[in-house]
């Protein structure tokens, strides 16, 4: 298995500090996006910390697979989708540490999207409205669910597109990391296929871009790292409200 790879971030167009930060560890097939929040430095330090202790938790396991886990495995899941699920909540314990530790802290938080692939599968952790899709065969599909108010009103009713556009609430996220002492993490496995092309990002992007614009990149840009800037251009273009990052990770069997 090898995995092509290629990422990065933006402050955006109207933010003067960058709270996303991003993770590419090809040694273990990991990769992961979180987008922080919280006032001042915060949210940086959030999303720091997610990736961070995510990324040790995976180095630690794989030199040394018999060492005690922070949490109990989940019968309901193999080992892949234990190990995924245990880094976050790894990584939702130190970030709840880290903002019980000192009131500047307090309320800090980060989404997080994961990627992990092993020899038989491709599985994919998240928390928050940070998004992971796959690019096969000319088209994107988005693999996981924002945990945001908008898309729990959406689910409980149809709203129209007006409605929508105009939803007062849409930044409100449901889920993060760092906002409870235990967190809730969503892993669903994907099987890979040749050439497949996963997109993790923040919602700088996807907030900004729309699911056609991306795959017409993808689509027209086989380098991931031109894809992976005109992707960040866009959002920019767009009005880039927000931290815009982007991780493009292309699978080979061999």
Known sequence: MRIEVAGSTHVGMKRNHNEDNFLMLPEEFLFCV????????????ASRIAVDELGEFYKLTSKDQDCTWPFKMDKTRNYDENRLATGV???NARIFEKACSESKYKGMGTTIVTVHFSQSAVYVGHVGDSRVYYFRGGAL???????????DYLKAKKLSPEEIENFPHKNVIVRALGMKENVQVDVSRVEPQEDDVFLLCSDGLSGMVTDAQMQEILQRTPELEKACSQLIDMANAAGGNDNVTCVLARYHAA
Do not use: C, F, P, R
């Open 141 to 151: 599909k988005q693999v996981t669910e924002d945990h945001s108010l908008l898309n």
């Open 89 to 91: 909540k790894l990584a």
């Open 34 to 45: 979180a987008d922080g929040m919280g006032g001042h430095s915060s949210g940086e330090i």
